[in-house]
């Protein structure tokens, strides 16, 4: 027999299986290739086991890379015959890699690398953070031009008229940043 036969029958033997498809196998993940991996299963070394359901360079795929020495549910898609391995289940990833034109997630929150840096910023209320500075520092300058204006040329500009006229300009006006921080997204 050959090594395919070989390992084709030693994995029946293993499994007690007569063929079929989608037979299943349990192994240790020992090298990591790109988007396949080696299982030894039963002290079979199986190469180009698949971690993704879509063919290499795909625009649009889920990849999942356990860590070496994990264990992992292999299925084999060609009856027995060894030739369309992927791993279905997975007791530790080390990666995940997500390639889409548009993805939605609903959850509670998201935590990306520890989520030490905080939740990310909303740009709303960015946007609506900026505006309110905005129209704070444009106050501010008409409030100084008025309180110049009102100054006469051989008066102090810092007396008691263009004090006035700068404090009633500015009166109404204040910065007040609402919260930017989505906390269900922390990186």
């Known amino acids: ?17 007569k063929g079929g498809s989608g037979l299943f196998l349990v192994g240790e993940v020992k090298s990591v290739e790109g988007e396949t991996c080696t299982v030894n299963v039963a002290g079979l070394e199986l190469d180009e086991v698949r971690l993704t359901a879509v063919n ?33 289940v997975y007791t530790n990833i080390e990666k995940i ?7 939605a997630i609903e959850a509670d929150s998201i935590e990306l690398n520890g ?9 709303e209320s960015l ?35 263009g004090r006035a006229t700068f404090e009633g300009a500015m009166a109404a006006q204040m910065i007040n940043f609402e919260d930017m921080e989505d906390t269900k997204i922390t990186h």
């Not at 036969?5 to 033997?13: L, P, V």
């Not at 890699?97 to 993805?103: G, K, L, R, Y």
């Not at 989520?115 to 740009?123: A, Y």
């Open 1 to 17: 027999m050959g090594k395919a036969q070989d390992i084709k029958e030693a994995i029946r033997q293993i499994c007690g299986a």
């Open 97 to 103: 890699e997500a390639t889409f034109e548009q993805i």
């Open 127 to 161: 946007k609506n953070n900026l505006d309110t500075l905005k129209k704070y520092v444009e106050a501010m300058k008409k409030a100084i031009a008025n309180g110049f204006t009102s100054v006469g040329a051989s008066t102090a500009a810092n007396g008691p008229a």
């Open 115 to 123: 989520g030490d840096n905080g939740g990310l910023v909303n740009i």
């Open 56 to 88: 290499d360079g795909a625009d649009g795929k889920l990849l999942l890379t356990p860590k070496e020495g994990s264990m992992v549910l292999l299925t084999d898609l060609s009856g027995g015959n060894l030739r369309d391995l992927a791993v279905i």
